[in-house]
């Protein structure tokens, strides 16, 4: 039985494409694309190396093939034939079929051939013989072709095509053209090395960027170059004949390379440059010339300027141990310096303990959602700067990030001694910072290990200070705290406390109360405050001052913040579906939600997602978060522009501008309960209630006040005609269930208290 050889893959491949292009085999293919005989010459003139290689290796090709009629040709990498050699009978039949050089070969114009093929599978021989052809017109043909390229980069150049009538094919021409173009890749790689090298000759010897010194075997300098000159600061005139020990500081080597055969390589040296009061760091080598028999004739050295390298790498070294923006030591060499130092006192170099000093700023946080982050930065430099002028001898202060420093004291020698050191650096913050105009006073708290009383080890103290300073924090901050053992269980409950609030978030824990919200003249409720509260499973409802700074800390009162907009304005919503008159849902805004950049994009998906109209939606910001004017003000405009109501909480406790305030896109002040609690018997909170209520109406505001707990500061808010009042004089906060099934009975209770 007869077997039928298989077509190759890319012969098959190649014909489906033509199938499904819809060309039709019995038409006869003529190329789309053709150069102008000016681009043809642009092309010849850009490949005039590559052509005459291939010419060369071409024409033997066809030298050792004579008698067989063949057409050699040369595509460049895109199949745009450049040349033709060989058979005129063949060249002339082609030349009628429109194929000449200037045309270009490509699967969709010309269907399945071997230029295009060999380009597209450039490291395989091609072949495409007789019927292989899709185009029934080139059926008694035979084609073959390599594609060449430049080895050392990879580079595809183009490729090398023989063609010959169908009978004259013979397998051994794939072969030989793969011989002959590795023929001509070898050539064109080795014209190409020597033209490299040929320059680099010529940079090397006529105006090499490396100083070069050429000696003869006495030691006399006999080359000498401009870089060389312009190092040394030695006319090439001087130099020439002179002996290499003129040269310091490379003398002494190039003449052990003349008397001892020795060689260097990477040698750093440095020139002083006198007039300039700088240095140029240079690496030298210096190698022995010998001639053809192996006798030493000379000496050559080249020194290269290393200078951007060596300031780059002490630039590095010093950013690899130093914090940028402070330029404080960082982490890393803090670590660095205390291991060595504990390594030391463990020797009894140092005679006293150690100090671990661990100082975070109080309220730092504020600044930066309040006052923009460049303002922060500019904080903490004012920060380091106080810190490091008030170290003493043998004294480190690093940061750590963020606003985090560690201090360093070796050599304590009892605890009034640390006692001493530390008071001094909280009395650095009795002094205000400005920032921009900005007078902000900030504390620190600081906590403090000592070795080796608590702890052996960097991060056993590390972690024992860090301990320290947040139980300074939780006694009221702005003062230090020395650890001690018991911490250990503070910290525990720490962490327990941030795992159980995440699985607050996931397991539905937490849940809205809801506080009434008073019109002052009526009696009706107007709208509610949303609290939040955590159904705790074990500790049972914990309040939020519990859990909201834990939050903060950790990063989650962003998804805190989201889930009590979205739950809030879900049952705004549904209690206005079962009935319930419509009204103002408040809801509180942490600082970091109202610094985000997307906060009215979001307000806005929230109110479109459970179909609330944003006229019952009032979101409370405090005072203090309104303190970056540039972001406050286009985002309460956002807000205001959406429809929804903004609340200025805790008014009068922060640090607002009056001339800003008339900017803002506000509805209302909230007088803060810190004001309202002694109203009725403490004279200057009654002057401050007065006063803001007469400066917010006549801005056209409403004023809330909250915290009414007794009748009689309810008169007097009243008298003062403040528009509305919560607290728990009318209810506290309450479940959203209480107030859908209590409504009406609620409100009697309320107008009852009037």
Same mark, same amino acid.
Not at 13 to 36: F, H, N, Q, V
Not at 207 to 223: C, F, P, S, V
């Given at each position: 039985?007869?077997?039928?050889?298989?077509?190759?893959?890319?012969?098959?491949?190649?014909?489906?494409?033509?199938?499904?292009?819809? +060309?039709?085999?019995?038409?006869?293919?003529?190329?789309?694309?053709?150069?102008?005989?000016?681009?043809?010459?642009?092309?010849?003139?850009?490949?005039?190396?590559?052509?005459?290689?291939?010419? #060369?290796?071409?024409?033997?090709?066809?030298?050792?093939?004579?008698?067989?009629?063949?057409?050699?040709?040369?595509?460049?990498?895109?199949?745009?034939?450049?040349?033709?050699?060989?058979?005129?009978?063949?060249?002339?039949?082609?030349?009628?079929?429109?194929?000449?050089?200037?045309?270009?070969?490509?699967?969709?114009?010309?269907?399945?051939?071997?230029?295009?093929?060999?380009?597209?599978?450039?490291?395989?021989?091609?072949?495409?013989?007789?019927?292989?052809?899709?185009?029934?017109?080139?059926?008694?043909?035979?084609?073959?072709?390599?594609?060449?390229?430049?080895?050392? %980069?990879?580079?595809?150049?183009?490729?090398?095509?023989?063609?010959?009538?169908?009978?004259?094919?013979?397998?051994?021409?794939?072969?030989?053209?793969?011989?002959?173009?590795?023929?001509?890749?070898?050539?064109?790689?080795?014209?190409?090395?020597?033209?490299?090298?040929?320059?680099?000759?010529?940079?090397?010897?006529?105006?090499?960027?490396?100083?070069?010194?050429?000696?003869?075997?006495?030691?006399?300098?006999?080359?000498?170059?401009?870089?060389?000159?312009? #190092?040394?600061?030695?006319?090439?005139?001087?130099?020439?004949?002179?002996?290499?020990?003129?040269?310091?500081?490379?003398?002494?080597?190039?003449?052990?390379?003349?008397?001892?055969?020795?060689?260097?390589?990477?040698?750093?040296?440095?020139?002083?440059?006198?007039?300039?009061? =700088?240095?140029?760091?240079?690496?030298?080598?210096?190698?022995?010339?010998?001639?053809?028999?192996?006798?030493?004739?000379?000496?050559?050295?080249?020194?290269?300027?290393?200078?951007?390298?060596?300031?780059?790498?002490?630039?590095?070294?010093?950013?690899?141990?130093?914090?940028?923006?402070?330029?404080?030591?960082?982490?890393?060499?803090? /670590?660095?310096?205390?291991?060595?130092?504990?390594?030391?006192?463990?020797?009894?170099?140092?005679?006293?303990?150690?100090?671990?000093?661990?100082?975070?700023?109080?309220?730092?946080?504020?600044?930066?959602? =309040?006052?923009?982050?460049?303002?922060?930065?500019?904080?903490?430099?004012?920060?380091?700067?106080?810190?490091?002028?008030? $170290?003493?001898?043998?004294? %480190?202060?690093?940061?750590?990030?963020?606003?985090?420093?560690?201090?360093?004291?070796?050599?304590? +020698?009892?605890?009034?001694?640390?006692?001493?050191?530390?008071? /001094?650096?909280?009395?650095?913050?009795?002094?205000?910072?400005?920032?921009?105009?900005?007078?902000?006073?900030?504390?620190?708290?600081?906590?403090i290990a000592i070795y080796p009383?608590?702890?052996?080890?960097?991060?056993?103290?590390?972690?024992?200070?860090?301990?320290?300073?947040?139980?300074?924090?939780? $006694?009221?901050?702005?003062?230090?705290?020395?650890?001690?053992?018991?911490?250990?269980?503070?910290?525990?409950?720490?962490?327990?406390?941030?795992? &159980?609030?995440?699985?607050?978030?996931?397991?539905?824990?937490?849940?809205?109360?809801?506080?009434?919200?008073?019109?002052?003249?009526?009696?009706?409720?107007?709208?509610?405050?949303?609290?939040?509260? *955590?159904?705790?499973?074990?500790?049972?409802?914990?309040?939020?001052?519990?859990?909201?700074?834990?939050?903060?800390?950790?990063?989650?009162?962003?998804?805190?913040?989201? *889930?009590?907009?979205?739950?809030?304005?879900?049952?705004? /919503?549904?209690?206005?579906?079962?009935?319930?008159?419509? +009204?103002?849902? &408040?809801?509180? $805004?942490?600082?970091?939600?109202?610094?985000?950049?997307?906060?009215?994009?979001?307000?806005?998906?929230?109110?479109?997602?459970?179909?609330?109209?944003?006229?019952?939606?009032?979101?409370?910001?405090?005072?203090?978060?309104?303190?970056?004017?540039?972001?406050?003000?286009?985002? $309460?405009?956002?807000?205001?522009?959406?429809?929804?109501?903004?609340?200025?909480?805790?008014?009068?406790?922060?640090?607002?501008?009056?001339?800003?305030?008339?900017?803002?896109?506000?509805?209302?002040? /909230?007088?803060?309960?810190?004001?309202?609690?002694?109203?009725?018997?403490?004279?200057?909170?009654?002057?401050?209630?007065?006063?803001?209520?007469?400066?917010?109406?006549? +801005?056209?505001?409403?004023?809330i006040a909250e915290g009414v707990?007794?009748?009689?500061?309810?008169? #007097?808010?009243?008298?003062?005609?403040?528009n509305e009042v919560q607290g728990?004089?009318?209810?506290?906060?309450?479940?959203?269930?209480?107030?859908?099934?209590?409504?009406?009975?609620?409100?009697?209770?309320?107008?009852?208290?009037?």
């Amino acid at each position: 039985m007869l077997s039928v050889q298989r077509e190759p893959d890319y012969i098959a491949e190649s014909k489906l494409y033509c199938r499904k292009a819809g +060309m039709d085999p019995k038409e006869i293919p003529y190329p789309k694309m053709k150069m102008t005989p000016k681009e043809l010459e642009d092309k010849r003139g850009e490949y005039e190396e590559i052509l005459s290689v291939v010419q #060369f290796f071409s024409q033997k090709v066809l030298d050792s093939l004579k008698g067989t009629p063949l057409l050699l040709s040369v595509s460049d990498e895109k199949g745009f034939i450049l040349h033709m050699m060989g058979d005129e009978t063949i060249k002339n039949t082609i030349n009628q079929l429109g194929i000449k050089p200037g045309v270009q070969f490509t699967e969709q114009s010309m269907g399945t051939n071997v230029v295009s093929l060999s380009l597209k599978h450039s490291g395989l021989p091609i072949q495409v013989i007789g019927a292989d052809h899709y185009h029934e017109c080139l059926h008694q043909i035979a084609c073959y072709a390599v594609a060449f390229h430049y080895t050392d %980069i990879g580079d595809l150049l183009g490729s090398i095509i023989i063609m010959t009538a169908v009978e004259y094919q013979n397998p051994l021409m794939v072969t030989m053209l793969s011989i002959t173009v590795d023929s001509i890749e070898r050539e064109l790689l080795l014209r190409k090395q020597n033209r490299q090298l040929n320059i680099m000759n010529q940079i090397m010897m006529e105006n090499a960027t490396n100083g070069i010194i050429i000696t003869d075997k006495e030691g006399r300098i006999t080359g000498f170059n401009r870089t060389a000159q312009s #190092f040394t600061g030695l006319s090439k005139e001087l130099a020439l004949g002179r002996s290499v020990l003129c040269l310091s500081p490379m003398d002494h080597y190039i003449n052990d390379v003349i008397l001892h055969g020795k060689k260097y390589e990477d040698i750093q040296i440095s020139f002083e440059q006198k007039d300039k009061d =700088t240095r140029i760091v240079c690496l030298f080598d210096a190698f022995p010339i010998y001639d053809e028999s192996k006798h030493l004739i000379g000496a050559f050295g080249q020194f290269r300027n290393i200078t951007e390298r060596f300031e780059a790498e002490e630039r590095y070294n010093y950013l690899a141990n130093h914090d940028d923006l402070t330029k404080l030591p960082n982490r890393r060499y803090y /670590k660095k310096q205390v291991t060595t130092i504990l390594e030391q006192t463990r020797q009894g170099i140092h005679r006293g303990k150690v100090a671990i000093m661990y100082l975070d700023l109080d309220r730092f946080k504020l600044v930066n959602d =309040t006052l923009g982050h460049s303002n922060g930065d500019l904080l903490l430099k004012q920060v380091a700067d106080r810190l490091k002028g008030c $170290l003493e001898s043998d004294e %480190i202060v690093a940061r750590m990030g963020g606003d985090e420093f560690m201090f360093l004291l070796p050599d304590i +020698m009892d605890e009034q001694h640390i006692k001493q050191r530390v008071e /001094k650096i909280l009395d650095l913050f009795s002094t205000p910072f400005n920032m921009n105009g900005y007078e902000f006073h900030i504390t620190a708290s600081i906590g403090i290990a000592i070795y080796p009383n608590d702890g052996w080890d960097i991060e056993t103290l590390m972690v024992h200070a860090d301990t320290a300073m947040y139980r300074a924090k939780h $006694l009221g901050k702005n003062q230090y705290i020395v650890y001690s053992s018991n911490m250990r269980t503070k910290s525990h409950e720490k962490i327990v406390m941030e795992t &159980s609030l995440r699985k607050a978030l996931e397991n539905g824990e937490l849940k809205l109360y809801y506080q009434p919200q008073v019109d002052i003249k009526t009696g009706g409720i107007k709208g509610v405050e949303a609290l939040i509260r *955590w159904q705790h499973p074990v500790m049972g409802l914990v309040p939020p001052h519990k859990f909201i700074p834990l939050a903060e800390e950790t990063g989650l009162i962003i998804q805190l913040d989201q *889930w009590v907009l979205r739950t809030a304005c879900q049952q705004n /919503k549904l209690w206005q579906e079962k009935g319930l008159p419509p +009204m103002r849902m &408040s809801v509180n $805004l942490s600082s970091q939600q109202f610094s985000r950049e997307h906060l009215v994009d979001t307000v806005k998906e929230v109110l479109e997602e459970v179909g609330l109209h944003p006229r019952y939606l009032e979101l409370e910001i405090t005072e203090t978060m309104t303190m970056d004017v540039e972001h406050t003000i286009p985002t $309460l405009k956002g807000l205001h522009d959406l429809g929804v109501q903004i609340s200025i909480d805790d008014f009068g406790t922060g640090y607002s501008s009056l001339n800003y305030l008339k900017k803002f896109s506000i509805d209302r002040l /909230k007088i803060d309960q810190s004001f309202v609690r002694d109203i009725t018997t403490d004279s200057n909170d009654s002057d401050i209630v007065e006063t803001i209520i007469a400066m917010a109406h006549n +801005m056209g505001l409403e004023v809330i006040a909250e915290g009414v707990e007794r009748k009689d500061q309810l008169r #007097f808010l009243q008298i003062h005609k403040c528009n509305e009042v919560q607290g728990y004089y009318f209810s506290e906060p309450i479940t959203a269930e209480d107030i859908e099934g209590n409504f009406e009975q609620l409100q009697r209770l309320i107008k009852d208290k009037y």
